[in-house]
Nanobody, 123 residues
């Protein structure tokens, strides 16, 4: 089982990026994104289950859009109006089990993690 994330890079403030994460080896009930800025904890960004139901971190809804292509076993994170404070390593995560709502945002819910992709937003 492997999660392969891609799409990170350097972008100016106000710009957009789209991250992708493709799962190989099995189909996951839920997949999501976390991010970790330098010197900070890894924080929840967004998640989407196999039915298309989604959850966002409160501060990111409206700026980020998560989507899923079940046929490709891939999720996407469209990030718009990027700010320097969005700079972080973005990690893809997945679980075989669909968690209860209160657990969607928790790190421990996810059993599989990708290698991370760096997003740098310049001012």
């Amino acid at each position: 089982v492997q999660l392969q994330a891609s799409g990170g890079g350097l972008v100016q403030a106000g710009g957009s990026l789209r991250l992708s994460c493709t799962a190989s080896g099995c189909a996951f009930a839920i997949m999501g994104w976390f991010r970790q800025a330098p010197g900070k904890e890894r924080d929840f960004v967004a998640a989407i289950d196999w039915t298309g139901g989604y959850t966002y971190a409160d501060s990111m809804e409206g700026q980020f859009t998560i989507s899923r292509d079940n046929a490709k076993n891939t999720i996407y994170l469209q990030m718009d109006a990027l700010k320097p404070e969005d700079t972080a390593v973005y990690y893809c995560a997945a679980s075989l089990n669909n968690p209860i709502v209160s657990q969607v945002r928790e790190l421990g819910t996810y059993d599989y993690w990708g290698q991370g992709t760096l997003v740098t937003v310049s001012s």
